[in-house]
């Protein structure tokens, strides 16, 4: 059951008695393209989430789109960086929170025990909140536009997409900055490489 979520523009106090919870929605686009939700509210702006509630669901259309898909489902768990750690850890081997993981149908996808079950469509995307609003703000780039980058290159990785091997990052980064231009969001790369280290190791 999808619950209201807070109407307040900030996270929930650190003893709030929701804090442990995690909160589920859905997000569709007039086209049908549909995003089902878990977010842990105690880690996440609610102008965050309402900016990726308008704009995600359009860029999951744009992708199929462009991509000549069916209009796609896709799981989202917006979290903590503790629970990115925790499942960075878990799938990956690195004891540290990172900024997104995607995980394509099929695999062997753990999350945090208070998470409601989702259909998984395409596969799961997490991104952790509070590593978000600390790259956003060392970038100097809004915190939303920079949210929609690692939701597309977390959908991308759903599909195939990689960024191992130099000639299929440089397709990856190309098609996310064609995709981000039509949402009127600026190329997220610097001439060196990938801004934000969406291409490190862990």
């Known amino acids: 059951m999808t619950r209201e979520m807070n109407k ?15 909160l589920s929605d859905e997000w569709e686009s007039d086209d049908g393209a549909l995003i ?3 977010l842990d509210p105690s880690s ?4 965050l989430i309402n ?23 896709v799981s989202l768990l917006l979290c903590s960086d503790d629970d990115m750690r925790l499942m960075n850890f ?11 993981l995607s995980f394509p149908v099929g695999d062997d996808f753990v999350v945090p025990d208070d998470v409601p079950d ?27 536009d920079h949210l929609l980058h690692l939701f597309t290159h ?11 091997e130099p000639a299929m990052a440089y397709e990856m980064e190309e098609l996310e900055i064609v995709l981000l231009g039509q949402m009127k969001v600026a190329n997220p790369y ?3 490489g990938l801004l934000l280290g969406t291409r490190e190791a862990g």
């Open 8 to 22: 307040d523009d900030s996270a929930l106090e650190p003893d709030s008695p929701e804090r442990d919870q995690f």
């Open 36 to 38: 089902e939700v878990s």
């Open 44 to 47: 996440w702006h609610n102008s």
């Open 51 to 73: 900016d990726l509630k308008h704009r995600g669901p359009v860029m999951l259309h744009h992708i199929a789109e462009r991509l000549l898909l069916e209009q796609p489902l």
């Open 90 to 100: 878990q799938h990956r081997g690195f004891d540290k929170a990172t900024n997104v």
């Open 118 to 144: 989702m259909e998984s469509g395409l596969g799961d995307i997490a991104i952790a909140g509070e590593t978000v609003m600390r790259e956003a703000a060392e970038a100097g780039i809004p915190a939303g």
């Open 154 to 164: 977390g959908v991308l990785h759903l599909l195939g997409y990689d960024h191992i």
């Open 190 to 192: 610097h001439e060196d």
